[in-house]
């Protein structure tokens, strides 16, 4: 489950790379965070009463101006309310993990400066040089500002950021085994832990 649309988009490219054949998946994406929020409760109760012993969730969303640990707390305390176990609750045996996109999904991007760069080649090569670059989750003044800042810059996007064609396209490109993005990277081994 995400917040909305540009995270399944991306969701769509980068995982049948990362899980090959062997898993299946569906994405259901919310409107906005306060639409997963507000729904996430009654979503969650309706798949404890069916939910296979090998199926899990994953559940994606930005952490905007939230304390990370009280958002991940809260998410939690609801999977726990309705049944169902959590990564951080059971180890080996979970069926639900919260996965919270540090800056939002722009973050992730620039953990992969690369595959920016592939995909838009007029892009600075030298942005992960720069020190407000350096660490995609804390890059500040908002990441997918920074982001479409660049992007104007090498000459995308003069009208602003389409960004479910975006992360379409990075999705297809991002490079899973070698980003920065700390949290895509709890986002990617809970993933991997699936299969």
């Not at 595959?115 to 407000?132: D, L, S």
């Not at 090498?154 to 950021?161: D, I, Q, T």
């Not at 490109?173 to 699936?194: G, M, P, T």
Request: net charge neutral; aromatic share 12%; with cysteine.
């Amino acid at each position: 489950m995400v917040e909305e649309p540009s995270m399944e988009a991306f969701l769509r490219e980068l995982l049948p790379r990362m899980l090959g054949d062997k898993v299946s998946f569906e994405i259901y994406p919310f409107q906005c965070k306060n639409d997963l929020l507000s729904k996430l409760s009654s979503r969650l109760r309706g798949y404890s009463c069916w939910l296979p012993s090998d199926w899990r969730i994953v559940v994606v969303v930005d952490r905007d101006d939230e304390d990370c640990r009280e958002l991940k707390q809260r998410l939690d305390d609801i999977v726990l309310r309705e049944g169902l176990s959590t990564r951080s609750s059971a180890s080996t045996r979970w069926q639900v993990v919260n996965r919270i996109a540090i800056e939002e999904l722009e973050a992730w991007y620039f953990g992969d400066w690369n595959a920016v760069k592939r995909a838009y080649p007029k892009v600075n090569a030298n942005i992960p040089q720069k020190e407000a670059y350096h660490n995609p989750d804390s890059i500040s003044g908002g990441t997918w500002e920074a982001f479409e800042r660049l992007m104007k810059k090498a000459g995308y996007f003069e009208g602003g950021l389409r960004k479910i064609e975006v992360a379409r396209k990075l999705g297809y490109q991002i490079d899973w085994k070698h980003n920065s993005s700390l949290s895509f990277q709890y986002f990617r081994d809970a993933v991997l832990e699936i299969l």
